[in-house]
Nanobody, 116 residues
């Protein structure tokens, strides 16, 4: 089972930036970030394949570039021009193959708070 360790969350003011990082315990395929606001479901923020193809939620497209360093098994989310509605717990997600079976895993989450 992959271990995912997130870091970089915190409290910022609207308009500021944060950079989230997620280190995986071994090489994975697709990596993604999800966000869960209080009382709401966990929603996809951005994904990136091992080859570097990306996909974004409309609400963050152009503000939150996702990137990865395959040598470090790490994915990043650069969060720019933060808005109060961007707040929530951000979870790292990974998909990988093991013994021919596709599996997935989640990180423990990192809190992002944006004050207006």
């Amino acid at each position: 089972q992959v271990q995912l360790v997130e870091s970089g969350g915190g409290l910022v003011q609207a308009g500021e930036s944060l950079r989230l990082s997620c280190a995986a315990s071994f090489s994975t395929d697709t990596l993604a970030w999800y966000r869960q606001a209080p009382g709401k479901q966990r929603d996809l923020v951005a994904t990136i394949t091992r080859a570097g193809s990306t996909n974004y939620a409309d609400s963050v497209n152009g503000r939150f570039p996702i990137s990865r360093d395959n040598a470090k098994n790490t994915v990043y989310l650069q969060m720019n021009s933060l808005k109060p509605e961007d707040a929530g717990i951000y979870y790292c997600y990974a998909e990988y193959l093991t013994y021919g079976a596709r599996r997935s895993g989640w990180g423990q989450g990192t809190q992002v708070t944006v004050s207006s």
